[in-house]
């Protein structure tokens, strides 16, 4: 299981040192959002340049903006690794896959829990990851929505015969239980933010996600 911090929990006043205390996870996880596609405004592509400088853990950004390809390139060229865009922010989901691939970074597509699996089952052959909305995307700190599980399995029959490659990511309201249900559900990779960052020990809030 890779485990993904989301900095959207993080101590925005000491960034950095926030960082140190999640060093033994894989990946970051970056929510962009734009008071627009969802109810908050986090952060820019001056904050994934900063991050950049002083971690090598993998960049996962998650665009929850409803103009992800006006503001892509400042974030692939800012540092991030791999770029996760809504199905629901955009008319023409494989033009934005393309783009993303020819920027030269990996590819994800992200539901909300209202949009059904049916809306990606023919963009998944040619993405890498699928981002599982477990709440309603916008702020932390949420419950984990059940159904979810549903939509994981689901997709994970789909790669068998469609992309054995792709990664099933899940976010939101993950912790010991809700991480344990989405592992056996079929989920690669685990978002965490408020579980992790709202703890003494975030080590090892990292090392009971690890199923």
Same mark, same amino acid.
């Given at each position: 299981m $890779?485990?993904?911090?989301?900095?959207? /929990?993080?101590?925005?006043?000491?960034?950095?040192?926030?960082i140190?205390?999640?060093? /033994?996870a894989?990946?970051?996880?970056?929510d962009?959002m734009?008071?627009?596609?969802?109810?908050?405004? !986090?952060?820019?592509?001056?904050?994934?340049?900063?991050?950049?400088?002083? !971690?090598?853990?993998?960049?996962?950004?998650?665009?929850? $903006? =409803?103009?992800?390809?006006?503001?892509? &390139?400042e974030?692939?060229?800012?540092?991030s690794?791999?770029?996760?865009?809504?199905?629901?922010? *955009?008319?023409?989901?494989?033009?934005?896959?393309?783009?993303?691939?020819?920027?030269?970074?990996?590819?994800?597509? /992200?539901?909300?829990?209202?949009?059904?699996?049916? +809306?990606?089952?023919?963009?998944?052959?040619?993405?890498?990851? %699928?981002?599982?909305?477990? *709440?309603?995307?916008g702020?932390?700190?949420?419950?984990?929505? &059940?159904?979810?599980?549903?939509?994981? +399995?689901?997709?994970?029959e789909l790669?068998k /015969?469609?992309? +054995?490659?792709?990664?099933?990511?899940?976010?939101?309201?993950?912790?010991? %239980?809700?991480?344990?249900?989405?592992?056996?559900a079929g989920?690669?990779?685990?978002?965490?933010? =408020?579980?992790?960052?709202?703890?003494?020990?975030?080590?090892?809030?990292?090392?009971?996600?690890?199923?």
């Amino acid at each position: 299981m $890779i485990i993904a911090p989301s900095i959207l /929990s993080a101590d925005f006043g000491n960034l950095q040192e926030s960082i140190l205390k999640v060093k /033994s996870a894989k990946w970051l996880h970056v929510d962009v959002m734009d008071g627009h596609f969802v109810p908050n405004i !986090t952060i820019g592509p001056v904050v994934v340049k900063g991050l950049r400088k002083y !971690t090598k853990q993998v960049l996962d950004t998650h665009l929850m $903006i =409803s103009d992800p390809v006006k503001y892509l &390139p400042e974030y692939i060229k800012a540092g991030s690794d791999r770029i996760t865009f809504h199905i629901e922010a *955009v008319k023409d989901p494989m033009k934005v896959i393309k783009l993303i691939k020819d920027l030269g970074v990996k590819v994800g597509i /992200s539901i909300k829990p209202a949009t059904s699996v049916d +809306s990606i089952k023919e963009y998944i052959p040619f993405i890498d990851q %699928v981002l599982v909305m477990s *709440v309603e995307p916008g702020f932390g700190g949420q419950s984990f929505i &059940p159904n979810s599980l549903l939509k994981i +399995s689901e997709i994970s029959e789909l790669r068998k /015969s469609l992309n +054995s490659d792709l990664l099933i990511v899940v976010d939101g309201g993950i912790n010991e %239980v809700t991480g344990k249900e989405c592992s056996l559900a079929g989920a690669d990779v685990l978002v965490a933010g =408020s579980y992790v960052f709202n703890s003494d020990n975030p080590e090892e809030r990292i090392d009971s996600l690890r199923w």
